[in-house]
T-cell receptor, first 113, second 115 residues
């Protein structure tokens, strides 16, 4: 597609439920990143995928968070047993390998009630 | 460890006035520096970047930034702002302790341009 696509754009879930957030990167981009943007914490790195290499998961805040990237393209960020502090905007970005510019999607706004 | 400090959380300014958004960084290695802009309900868009070479970097929408190594700063400037520049601006550096994609962002500066 023309840009990074994220779905859903908004998600309201009950505390304790699992959620899946989807990211469709720009075609041909081998690098994919997830960030979280919240009022108290600003923008936080979560996870990074590059080609077939093992992902950098150093930013995942707890073992309730996981992400996968199937076929080197679409990525899914899963949050299990959601908590209210998980409420945030989750941003996905992609780039060409070795590039210094990442292109961001519009984000998924997650609200845990 | 790297860090980024944006000194102003909010900057109100009148249309056609000049603006400077401040960013200071801390890094023990040579740096790349970035400014991103986020319009309301949008993702982040790269405004400009410093990798090497000339310390004055020009970006999109008439913005520019100057890398000052002695002051560890990378302030963003525009000589005359428009209403459409109302957005949140983020300064960022790569996390050299992490993977290539791991950027450290400042807390952001909300620029509000008033008519």
């Amino acid at each position: 597609g023309a840009g990074v696509s994220q779905s859903p754009s908004n998600k309201v879930t009950e505390k304790g439920k699992d959620v899946e957030l989807r990211c469709d990167p720009i075609s041909g981009h081998t690098a994919l990143y997830w960030y979280r943007q919240s009022l108290g914490q600003g923008l936080e790195f979560l996870i990074y995928f590059q080609g077939n290499s093992a992902p950098d998961k150093s930013g995942l805040p707890s073992d309730r968070f996981s992400a996968e990237r199937t076929g080197g393209s679409v990525s899914t960020l899963t949050i299990q047993r959601t908590q209210q502090e998980d409420s945030a905007v989750y941003l996905c970005a992609s780039s060409l390998a070795g590039a210094t510019e990442a292109f961001f999607g519009q984000g998924t706004r997650l609200t845990v009630v | 460890a790297q860090s980024v400090t944006q000194l102003d959380s909010q900057v109100p300014v009148f249309e056609e006035a000049p603006v400077e958004l401040r960013c200071n960084y801390s890094s023990s290695v040579s740096v790349y520096l970035f400014w991103y802009v986020q319009y309301p309900n949008q993702g982040l868009q790269l405004l400009l970047k410093y990798l090497s070479g000339s310390t004055l970097v020009k970006g999109i929408n008439g913005f520019e930034a100057e890398f000052n190594k002695s002051q560890t700063s990378f302030h963003l400037r525009k000589p005359s702002v428009h209403i459409s520049d109302t957005a949140e601006y983020f300064c960022a550096v790569p996390n050299y302790g992490g993977s290539q994609g791991n950027l450290i962002f400042g807390k952001g500066t909300k620029l509000s341009v008033k008519p």
